[in-house]
Nanobody, 118 residues
Framework: QVQLVESGGGLVQPGGSLRLSCAPSRSIYSIDAMTMGWYRRAPGKQRELVAV???????DYADSVKGRFTISRENAKNTLFLQMNSLKVEDTAVYYC??????????WGQGTQVTVSS
């Protein structure tokens, strides 16, 4: 299994921006062939898909973040990103990185807290 490490979370005011990053804990693991995604779990709610990107760069987003969030990957840096703009209070959640290998094995990070508050 691949251990994933997220970073970039924090406290931001409504309307602000954050950029999350996710990378394997060990450089020997490559995300090149993996479908990568960001999920989030808000307090008292179930985990939900935020955005996904295939190994070919095809993306999809939850309706609630379309036009505000952008998922991207830099395979040369073995890193996944989530650029979050125009943040809203309702975006407050723990954000998790997800990687699905060709074999179907699913890997998760430990999560990073994003808090949007004035």
């Amino acid at each position: 299994q691949v251990q994933l490490v997220e970073s970039g979370g924090g406290l931001v005011q409504p309307g602000g921006s954050l950029r999350l990053s996710c990378a394997p804990s060990r450089s020997i693991y490559s995300i090149d062939a993996m479908t990568m995604g960001w999920y989030r779990r808000a307090p008292g709610k179930q985990r939900e898909l935020v955005a996904v990107i295939t190994s070919r760069g095809i993306t999809d987003y939850a309706d609630s973040v379309k036009g505000r969030f952008t998922i991207s990957r830099e395979n040369a840096k073995n890193t996944l990103f989530l650029q979050m703009n125009s943040l809203k209070v309702e975006d407050t959640a723990v954000y998790y990185c997800n990687a699905v290998a060709i074999s179907g094995t699913t890997n998760w990070g430990q999560g990073t807290q994003v808090t949007v508050s004035s």
